[in-house]
């Protein structure tokens, strides 16, 4: 019996639960999640399922993720290790990628309930 293909991933936003998602074959299989600060997108945690772990998802999840950011006129903050290393290898979001600073990082702890 072989295996049913499985569709391409979706990467979605789910603005009110702060995150964006991405689905394969309609199941979630991880996430990137942010929070926002005046005109930057703070992002603080990405995982993938291990499930589906090695497909690269995590990388599609957060070019788009980081896309929308683009788009929607914000600056990125990569408090999120995943998302920082990302960005050492994808210089073409440097022009919109500030820095992590003590000062977003209490902020975001605040906003976090930490």
């Known amino acids: ?26 199941a979630r299989a991880g996430l990137t999640a942010y929070r926002d600060r ?3 997108r703070v992002f603080f945690h990405t995982e993938i ?7 690269g998802l995590a990388a599609i999840l957060v070019t788009q993720a980081l896309t929308d950011v683009r788009a929607s006129g914000k600056r990125i903050v990569p408090a999120c290790p995943y998302v920082s290393k990302f960005l050492t ?19 975001l702890d605040a906003q976090l309930g930490r």
Not at 11 to 25: G, M, N, P, S, W
Not at 49 to 55: I, Q
Not at 89 to 107: C, G, M, S, Y
Request: charged fraction near 35%; hydrophobic fraction near 30%; avoid cysteine.
């Open 1 to 26: 019996m072989s295996e049913q293909p499985t569709s391409a991933p979706v990467v979605r936003h789910a603005d009110t639960r702060h995150r964006y998602e991405i689905l394969v074959d309609d």
């Open 38 to 40: 005046d005109n930057q």
């Open 49 to 55: 399922d291990d499930t589906y772990a090695g497909r």
């Open 89 to 107: 290898k994808h210089r073409e979001f440097a022009d919109i990628t500030d820095p992590v600073t003590p000062e977003i990082l209490t902020w």
